[in-house]
C-alpha cells in the first residue's frame, strides 16, 4: 500500500478557503495513488469558537483538572477532524474521521503531556483499504482504561510523525503557514530564504534554539522510524523544505560547503554570575540543586574553579537571584540578554567556524557576553538590543542567503 | 450510598445564569447527604457555538456518515459536563466530568439511535464514594470496538433514567423550562395546571401523545427499575410533577376521581379513506404494506369490511396518495387534521368516558372525523381549525383546572 501522511495546523484548518486548499493537497496525492493518513489541528487560533484556547476559556483554570482539560480540548481536534472529512467525501474522496484513541494511539496517564506508550494501528490499516483518506485528530490519545489524553505540545506534529512510523508511510508531510524551513526568521532577517533540504539533527537544533517550524519531538520519531518529512506551506505547491538523514539528503563531501544551515534566536534571556567563596567546594551543585528546586530552566552553563556563569528565562530573574541570595551568595545579573544560534550538521569537525563567528560578531561592534558549542551548533549570548544586527551579520557571513550546492538537489526522487 | 440523579436539558445549561441555578439544586441535594450523579445535555439551542444543531451545521448532512454524526454530537455534551463540573469544583463541591463511555454507557452501533445494552458502573461508583458529583454527557455512549454513539431523541433523558436504573437511585429529577407536567399546553388553554403526581403510564402516553416534557423512553427505564422522577423548573425550587406507580402515587380508591388527567394534541395530520373494491380480500395487508416500504408511519386505524381508514402525517400526503393509486385505489384524501388526546389511568373500567368526550365534542360543534382509545387513552380527530376548542372543551368538561384529590399527595415523603 503506497502511504503518506499529510499534517494541517492550525491555520491550514481555520477557514473554509485554506481547507479547500488542504483538500487540494490530499486530492493531489490520492490521484498520484497514494492511500492518505490527514492529521488534523483544532480549527484556528484564539477567537475561532473552537479553537483550543477557546475552548479552554471557558471554564476557570484553577479548578479543571488536568483529565478534564484533556477531555475538554480533544473536542477541538475531533471537530475538525469531522470537517475535514466531510468536505473531503463532498469531493468525491472516500473518507473517515477517527479520534486519536481510536487511531491507535495508547498513551500514557499523565494528562495534558502524555506519552505514547503503543500505536495500535491494525483498525487504521483496515480503514485505508476500503477509504482513499483517513482524518485523525491530532494532538490527542487515549489510555488502555478509556481516558481522553492530549500530547503536549507539537501535539498534532507528534501525531502525524508517530502514524507515519507506526504505518511505514513513504513521508509525512507537515502543512503550515510558512514556505518551508527558512535560513533565519524573516521578519527580522530581509535575506532569508527557505531551505530545500536540512538534516533531522539540525531541524531539531533549529526547532530547540527559537524556530517554530515543527516540534523537536516529531522529527526524532521520524528520524528514529527513518521517515522523510516535507516542511510546506498549505498555500502553496512548492514541496518546501525535505528533511531526512544525512546520507539520504546526498550531502556527500558537498557536506562542508554548508557548514551552517540557518541562524535563530530566543530572546529574553537573563544571564547570571555566580562568584565561588573561598572553600565554596558544592558551589555547582548547591547552586543548580537550588535553581531545579524552583522549577527554573538553566542553559548556557559555563563551569569553572572560580564560579559558575548560566542563564535563565527573563521572566524568572527575581526568583532566581531572590534564590542564590538565600544561599549566601551576591549573583551579577545582566537581564536583556538574547541567544543567538548557528545550526548546521556540516560544522562538525570544520576549524574555523568558531572563530569566523567570533571575528564577524567583533568587527560588527557586537559583544560576545558568553559563547557554547556542540558538534552541530554554536551559541552566543548577547545584548537583545544587538540581536537583530548580530542574526543579519551572521546570516550574511555564511552566505546564507545564497543557494547552496546542497539546494540543488531534486529531493521528489 | 444516599444517591440520586439530575438531569439538566439545553435551556437549563444555555447561560451562565441558568448553570448558576442549576448548581444551586445540585448543592442543595449535596447539602442533604446526597451523592449526585449529573446528567447534562449540550449547551442552550440553534446559534449557540456548542449546541447540537450548531455543531451539526458546521458539516454538510448529505456527506457526513451516522458514525462521524455521533462523533460531532457527542462534543456537545462533553462540553457541557466539564463546564458543570468546573462551576461545581469552582463552588466547593468536589467532582469529574465523565464522557457517556467513560461513565458506563456500553451501546448497540446503531449510530444516532443506539440502545442501551449494559450499564458498566463500576467506575461511577468507584468516583461517588470519593466526590460528591459526577457530571456524565448526556445523550451518548459507546460500543465494545470504541466507537461513540447517541441515543436518538430525548437522549439525555435516557442517559438520566439508565443511570438512576442502573445505581438504584432514590429518584430522578429532570430539570427543565417549564414547572412540570401540565394537563394540557399552556399556549392554547388558559387554564392548564402543573400536575403534582402522574403515573409512569399516564405520562408516558402524554408524551407519546404530543406532551414534549421527557421521552417514553426514559420513562419506561426509570418504571421498570421503579424509580420515582420529579419533572421540575429549573428556575424554581417547586418540586413540580412526581412520576411513580399507581400504588406509590397513592390513588387508592380515589383513582376513579380522576378519569382523564391531561389534555393533548398533535397537529399536521391527514385522514385517509380506501374503499375496497369488489373481491379486495387482501386489501388491508396490500395497503399497510404500501405505506410501510414508502416509511410512511399510520395511526388511528380503522378497519372495516368495507374499506379502511387511517391516518398520516400531512407531510406525506402526497407521497400516501400516490402510493395508493399506483395500487389502483382512489383514496379520500383529507388534511389538515388534528388529533385530540384525553389521557388518564383512571379512565380504565370507568363507564362513560367516551360518551362524555363525544357528547361534549359534538355539543360545542366540533365535528369527530374518527376516534380510538385504549385503557387510558381516548383519541379523536378533529379539523384543525377545531383543535384549540376541542383541547378547552375537554379540559373544562374534565374539570382539570381544579386540584384533583390526588394532587393533595405531599410526595416529598
Redesign the interface.
Known amino acids: 500500500m503506497k502511504l503518506i501522511v499529510q499534517k494541517f495546523g492550525g491555520t491550514s484548518v481555520a477557514t473554509e478557503e485554506n481547507r479547500l486548499k488542504a483538500i487540494e493537497h490530499i486530492s493531489k496525492a490520492v490521484q498520484d495513488g497514494y492511500k492518505v493518513v490527514v492529521v488534523v489541528s483544532a480549527m484556528g487560533r484564539s477567537g475561532a469558537?473552537?479553537a483550543t484556547d477557546t475552548?479552554l476559556s471557558?471554564?476557570?483554570d484553577?479548578?479543571?483538572?488536568a483529565?478534564?482539560k484533556d477531555?475538554?480540548m480533544s473536542?477541538g481536534e475531533?471537530?475538525s477532524s469531522?470537517?475535514f472529512?466531510?468536505l473531503l467525501?463532498?469531493k468525491s474522496i472516500s473518507s473517515?474521521?477517527l479520534?486519536g484513541?481510536?487511531a491507535g494511539f495508547l498513551t500514557s496517564d499523565m494528562f495534558t503531556n502524555a506519552k505514547i506508550i503503543d500505536m495500535k494501528v491494525d483498525r487504521l490499516r483496515f480503514l485505508l483499504r476500503q477509504l482513499d483518506v483517513v482524518v485523525v485528530a491530532g494532538f490527542q490519545g487515549?489510555t488502555d482504561t478509556?481516558?481522553?489524553t492530549t500530547l503536549g505540545r507539537g501535539g498534532s506534529d507528534t501525531s502525524a510523525a508517530a502514524l507515519g512510523a507506526a504505518l511505514q508511510a513513504e513521508w509525512i508531510d507537515i502543512f503550515t503557514d510558512v514556505e518551508g524551513v527558512m535560513t533565519a526568521d524573516p521578519r527580522i532577517v530581509n535575506d532569508a530564504r527557505p531551505l530545500s533540504v536540512l538534516t533531522y539533527q539540525e531541524i531539531c537544533n533549529l526547532a530547540y534554539q527559537g524556530a517554530k517550524v515543527i516540534h523537536p519531538r516529531a522529527v526524532e520519531i521520524a528520524m528514529n522510524a527513518k521517515i522523510p518529512l516535507h516542511i510546506r506551506s498549505t498555500m502553496s505547491n512548492d514541496l518546501g523544505t525535505l528533511i531526512t538523514s544525512i546520507k539520504k539528503a546526498n550531502y556527500g563531501q558537498d557536506i562542508q560547503e554548508r557548514p551552517v544551515t540557518g541562524i535563530t534566536y530566543v530572546k529574553n534571556v537573563t544571564q547570571i554570575r555566580v562568584q565561588a567563596k573561598k572553600d565554596d567546594y558544592d558551589l555547582h551543585s548547591k547552586v543548580f540543586k537550588s535553581m531545579a528546586d524552583k522549577q527554573i530552566s538553566v542553559d548556557l552553563i559555563n563551569i569553572s574553579p572560580r564560579g559558575v556563569i548560566y542563564t535563565v528565562p527573563e521572566e524568572v530573574t527575581e526568583t532566581a537571584t531572590q534564590t542564590l541570595k538565600e544561599l549566601g551568595y551576591e549573583p551579577i545579573v545582566l537581564p536583556g540578554c538574547a541567544k543567538v544560534s548557528a545550526v548546521g550538521a556540516g560544522m562538525a569537525g570544520v576549524p574555523g567556524v568558531a572563530s569566523k563567528i567570533v571575528t564577524t560578531l567583533t568587527q560588527a561592534g557586537i559583544q560576545i557576553l558568553q559563547s557554547a558549542d556542540s558538534h552541530n551548533t554554536i551559541w552566543v549570548l548577547v545584548k537583545q538590543n544587538d540581536m537583530i544586527e548580530a542574526v543579519n551579520t551572521l546570516h550574511r557571513a555564511f552566505e546564507l542567503e545564497k543557494q547552496g550546492s546542497v539546494d540543488r538537489i531534486d529531493h521528489t526522487k
Chains 1, 2 share one sequence.
Open positions: 469558537p473552537y475552548l471557558l471554564v476557570n484553577h479548578y479543571i483538572s483529565r478534564e477531555l475538554l473536542c475531533v471537530i469531522i470537517i472529512s466531510n467525501k463532498s473517515e474521521a479520534t484513541g481510536q487515549q478509556g481516558e481522553i
